[in-house]
């Protein structure tokens, strides 16, 4: 099925499909995530694609993205090889339990492994909203702002499916769950992966969500994940974006959290096309803790866009938000973060930083840090830098005999290292660690999970 | 090994050196002093390869080798070492990992093969006894909050590691106290032998006690005004550069 159109409103194109496709993907999910589908719809074709002139996309415009013809893989008929054939994740060997995406679809192949304690469901959202329909209807789409932003609403209306996770009362779960999301295709093609995370009271977990693309065609990820924490648990998202340079890739996490919870997100976007990351976090309740970091490191036309939104809502909680950039040749970023401390929200603290190093006169950054306080006991910052490499830090490493070349990666490691230790699991912030200085010595390339590796680079993209 | 002859240089078209002629062998220590602005500072930089000045006459030649020619890292390779004044703080770059990589580059530039993590370990520990540095201080960020003290032993730490054959050191005694100096000059005498030389610059004599000079010149105006042993320097602290400046007022 595929998408074709000049003259229609783009958004028509859009809500068309959605008609036309309606039985499709309804077919795989429970009635209650077919159910929401046509307010969401409605929404999206209210607002539409977001252009610059809606405020939080202002410094990336969606339209022409969307604008594209892509196919569709709503019948999950695209991917039919085993994955073996195709990937090999030797890079992250990483002491995890390990579940693949293919184009958005849980990977029906994949294996779980048995020692998983009682009670815990790890697989399909698609599998699991038919057979656990009570934790859907309690969870799925209450965290999702379908209202505030019309891709997430675009999300809501082609949900199908992606990875369920659901952590029971007092379990903890040691291991990182790693969560490895492969676009591959003989066609453009664009996906709508939607994920649901439960933690319930007093567990633990850890998510390691790896994208790469694995074929060289045009891809759009639209995915929303929404992550439920409740009392006394502990929740972390690393979100690893490596995807080549004909990638789309909107990726918008929503956590709720109740009290004494502690949440991480950390965007680690390495290589893309084009990245828009929206990071919302509701603190619903009292003496919650969040941290949200990211990291994006990016060359030649690359451009990402980070946007947060953390909602302090109740007092006594804590935030604490810190996004470093890299930007290299002719990459262009924004980010913009908000806090919210609500009238009730007294003995907040809360704390924003962006910094961002800036290697070329081409180079582009746009950043906003905002801070909305509407209580009178708080403690709050927020700040952004933008700069060059420091040329008295150069010389004195040049003058140790460490060449040119070398003393920038290494002043660039040192730039970005703030953000890669904020990682809470050390065995996988070892792992991120030699990720970020294979990045930055560009080598990132001889990565298996990167399709155009060992190929030469041809017109209009190369892989880093 | 280092020869400059009539070496004149600039920043923003102000020329701070105006033709400086030294000559080091190996096994002698030059102290250079002189009156703040006299381009004592400026001379050093320029040696180990600062690219915010402009050489624009004269030459420099380090074992035969044109120095001026060589990007800094070069001119480290090949022996040379500058002390910083002022050593600058490196967030996030650990001193183990700046270490071993410098070394390392060096020994690939003489065509050596590189330490292995445990050979480089020994070293290391040997050459922190050496020069009295705290153990930990190697295990920070390069330079991050240490104090002024700690920096300079930093510094010669360094020194001990990449086994310069000409060290400058660069004001290496301002702002330590009398314990710290004294670490310091220990770690430098300790470091000195008959196949290296080092150059001391200085405002006082005090360092001087410590690490003596065979040969005190005196910079004023971007110029080696006066060359004697090391008597001049004791003649400097009694009377100051007065007597310097009006000899020789342009």
Redesign the interface.
């Known amino acids: 099925m595929s998408i074709t159109g000049t003259e229609i409103k783009l958004e028509q194109k859009y809500t068309s499909l959605f008609n036309d496709s309606k039985t499709s993907l309804d077919k795989v999910v429970s009635e209650n995530v077919s159910s929401q589908r046509d307010k969401a719809i409605q929404l999206f074709e209210e607002k539409g694609i977001p252009n610059k002139k809606v405020e939080h996309y202002k410094y990336t415009n969606m339209v022409p993205l969307f604008e594209e013809s892509y196919n569709v893989d709503f019948e999950h008929e695209v991917f039919k090889k085993n994955l073996s054939e195709v990937f090999n994740c030797n890079v992250h060997d990483l002491e995890a339990t390990t579940i693949y995406l293919i184009n958005g679809w849980y990977y029906r192949k994949n294996q779980l492994p048995e020692t998983l304690p009682e009670g815990v469901l790890i697989g399909s959202f698609a599998e699991f909203s038919k057979s656990h329909p009570e934790l859907f209807e309690k969870h799925y789409n209450q965290y999702a702002k379908n209202d505030e932003d019309s891709l997430v609403a675009l999300n809501t209306a082609f949900a199908q499916d992606g990875f369920f996770i659901y952590i029971p009362k007092g379990v903890v779960i040691e291991k990182p769950i790693q969560i490895v999301n492969i676009m591959h295709s003989e066609q453009d093609l664009m996906a709508f992966p939607r994920n649901l995370v439960v933690i319930e009271e007093n567990a633990q977990a850890k998510i390691l969500l790896c994208e790469h693309t694995l074929s060289e065609n045009k891809f759009l990820l639209n995915g929303v994940t929404e992550a439920y924490v409740d009392k006394n648990a502990v929740f972390d998202i690393y979100n690893i974006q490596n995807q080549h340079n004909l990638t789309t890739n909107v990726s918008s996490v929503f956590v709720k959290q109740k009290q004494h919870s502690s949440a991480l997100t950390h965007n680690l976007t390495l290589h893309t096309g084009v990245t828009r990351n929206n990071i919302y976090i509701d603190m619903d309740d009292e003496h919650c803790e969040s941290h949200v970091y990211g990291l994006f490191i990016s060359d030649k036309n690359q451009h990402v866009d980070n946007f947060s939104f953390i909602d302090h809502a109740k007092p006594n909680c804590y935030s604490e938000e810190l996004f470093k950039g890299v930007l290299d040749d002719a990459a262009t970023a924004a980010f913009a973060g908000k806090i919210m401390v609500r009238p009730d929200a007294q003995k907040t603290n809360a704390f924003q930083r962006n910094d961002n190093l800036l290697l070329t006169e081409n180079a582009k950054i746009n950043t906003k840090p905002m801070l909305e306080i509407y209580a009178d006991d708080v403690k709050c910052s927020h700040g952004a830098t933008v700069g060059q490499l420091d040329e008295k830090a150069m010389f004195y490493l040049r003058s140790r005999g460490i060449s040119k070349e070398e003393s920038r990666i290494l002043l660039m490691y040192a730039f970005a290292y703030e953000a890669v230790e904020k990682i809470r699991v050390p065995a996988l912030r070892e792992q991120i660690r030699d990720l970020v200085e294979h990045v930055f010595r560009g080598e990132l390339n001889k990565c298996h999970s990167c399709a155009l590796c060992g190929q030469e680079s041809n017109g209009g993209y190369s892989c880093m | 090994m280092l020869e400059i002859k009539d070496l004149h240089a600039k920043i923003d078209d102000k020329e701070i050196l105006r033709g400086i002629n030294l000559t080091v062998k190996p096994g002698e220590v030059h102290a250079i002093m002189g009156p703040n602005g006299s381009g004592k500072s400026t001379l050093s930089s320029v040696l ?4 915010a000045f402009e050489v624009s006459e004269g030459s420099a030649s380090f074992y035969g080798k044109n120095l001026l020619d060589m ?3 070069d ?3 090949e022996g040379l070492f ?1 002390s ?1 004044q002022y ?2 703080e ?4 650990s001193m183990v ?3 071993r ?2 070394v390392n ?2 020994r690939k ?1 003489n065509n050596e093969k590189p330490y292995s993590a445990s050979e480089f370990l020994k070293l290391m520990r040997e050459k922190k006894k050496l020069v009295e540095i705290d153990s930990n201080l190697t295990n920070r ?2 330079n991050e909050g240490f104090s002024g003290g700690e920096k300079k032993k930093n510094e010669i730490f ?1 020194m001990a590691m ?1 086994q310069p054959k000409v060290s400058i050191l660069d004001e290496t005694d301002s702002g330590l106290d009398i314990d710290a100096l004294r670490i310091v000059a220990n770690g430098v005498n300790k470091l000195k032998n008959e196949n290296n030389a080092t150059i001391v610059i200085t405002h006082y004599q005090r360092l001087l006690d410590y690490i003596v000079p065979d040969y005190v010149h005196v910079l004023y105006k971007g110029r080696i005004v006066m060359s004697a042993g090391k008597e001049l320097a004791y003649e400097l602290e009694e009377k100051g550069y007065d007597w310097i400046k009006k000899q020789f007022e342009d």
Request: hydrophobic share 40%; net charge negative.
């Open positions: 180990a390869g600062s690219e990007p800094a890292e001119r480290a390779r500058y910083f050593p600058v490196i967030p996030g770059v990992n700046f270490m990589t410098a580059e060096q530039y960020s390069v360094q990449l």
